[in-house]
């Protein structure tokens, strides 16, 4: 499976934009860009996905890089709601199922 | 209502002991899977079924098998339970394979305790 990085932990304040990235240096052609986020004792949550297009949604923009090997997941106003860990995962195709790295957990300050 | 529910929402049980897991989505999902979330926070994948067919048995423990009696349904049954068990139980379901590449949706977790 191909790997991101991304950083271990982000603290942001509340009410201020958030940039979190992800490193995929080695992406393949049809390797789509998926973010989901795990809140505290709940199940993982779709946040938004992409293949080459900047891609925004109610939740969050997601904006890849030219040559596809970083993206960063934006979110416009960060509430204390938003204080998760957040995981970049690439879907090659076919049916591998999602494959989660360590993440970035992203803490809110008020 | 809700998308993807899995009961119980905690399981205490003693080793040894046989228990099941049960998952049901109402999103139409072709696609349902089972997922283990460890004590250190990692997520691994375990099952993946597409229209009650397994299509993804990653290494797990042969006391674990998963039934799906239809596509809405994926059950988890585990024999012997083992102290090593002990974690956190998500289903989720998908639309199509990654070529469609839709979001999961994950049920809000089973968290088993082995004592």
């Known amino acids: 499976d191909a790997k991101t990085t991304q950083p271990n932990s982000m603290e942001s304040n509340e009410e201020e934009p958030v940039h979190l990235p992800c490193n995929h240096s080695?992406?393949?052609?049809?390797?789509?860009i998926h973010w989901y986020r795990q809140l505290p004792s709940q199940g993982p949550e779709y946040v938004i996905h992409?293949?080459?297009s900047n891609v925004n949604n109610r939740m969050a923009s997601l904006a890849i890089a030219e040559d596809r090997k970083s993206s960063t997941l934006i979110l416009h106003r960060a509430t204390l709601r938003d204080a998760a860990v957040y995981y970049c995962?690439?879907?090659?195709?076919?049916?591998?199922?999602?494959?989660f790295g360590k993440g970035t957990r992203l803490s809110v300050i008020a | 209502d809700t998308a993807v529910s899995q009961t119980p929402k905690y399981l205490v049980t003693q080793m040894g002991n046989d228990k099941s897991i049960k998952c049901e989505q109402n999103?139409?999902?072709?696609?349902m899977y089972w997922y283990k979330q460890d004590s250190k926070k990692f997520l691994k994948i375990m099952f993946s079924?597409?229209?009650?067919?397994?299509?993804i048995n990653e290494t797990v423990p042969n006391r674990f098998s998963p039934k799906s009696p239809d596509k809405a349904h994926l059950n988890l049954h585990i024999n012997s339970l083992e102290l090593g068990d002990s974690a956190v139980y998500f289903c989720a379901s998908s639309q199509g394979d990654s070529r469609s590449n839709y979001g999961y949706t994950f049920g809000s977790g089973t968290r088993l305790t082995v004592v």
């Open positions: 079924y597409n229209n009650k067919e397994l299509i």
């Open positions: 999103l139409g999902h072709d696609t």
């Open positions: 995962i690439l879907r090659p195709p076919g049916n591998t199922p999602l494959v």
């Open positions: 992409g293949l080459t």
């Open positions: 080695t992406i393949s052609g049809t390797d789509y």
